[in-house]
Nanobody
Framework: QVQLVESGGGLVQAGGSLRLSCAAS????????MGWFRQAPGKEREFVAT????????QYEDSVKGRFAISRDNAKNTVYLQMNSLKPEDTAVYYC????????????????????WGQGTQVTVSS
């Protein structure tokens, strides 16, 4: 069993920055690809970013490329999402997800590719 706890969300003005963190329990973090997804009110959950278990490969949704950066610290069992130049359309609940048992270089942009999910953290960007 893997427990994921997100933190770092909040209210920020457009153009501002936030750094989300996701702390994972258990000893499977190093064997897991990690992802960030988001869900805005009235919309389906969508992919934001993913990182391979070895941290070498990353993948981003087109609208966040160049503004968001995903990273991980396997020693701390934590994955991060640095969000810069935030826009009102980035407002959503952001979820961390783990894909336990992934190969070293694999990533996934699909919800179905993940075994475990956190409870989410709210990000609100005001105009």
């Amino acid at each position: 069993q893997v427990q994921l706890v997100e933190s770092g969300g909040g209210l920020v003005q457009a153009g501002g920055s936030l750094r989300l963190s996701c702390a994972a329990s258990g000893r499977t973090f190093g064997n897991s690809a990690m992802g960030w997804f988001r869900q805005a009110p009235g919309k389906e959950r969508e992919f934001v970013a993913t990182i391979s278990r070895n941290g070498v490969n990353t993948q981003y949704e087109d609208s966040v490329k160049g503004r968001f950066a995903i990273s991980r610290d396997n020693a701390k069992n934590t994955v991060y999402l640095q969000m810069n130049s935030l826009k009102p359309e980035d407002t959503a609940v952001y979820y961390c997800a783990a894909r336990v048992g992934a190969s070293s270089y694999s990533t996934s942009a699909y919800i179905s590719g993940y075994n475990y999910w956190g409870q989410g953290t709210q990000v609100t960007v005001s105009s």
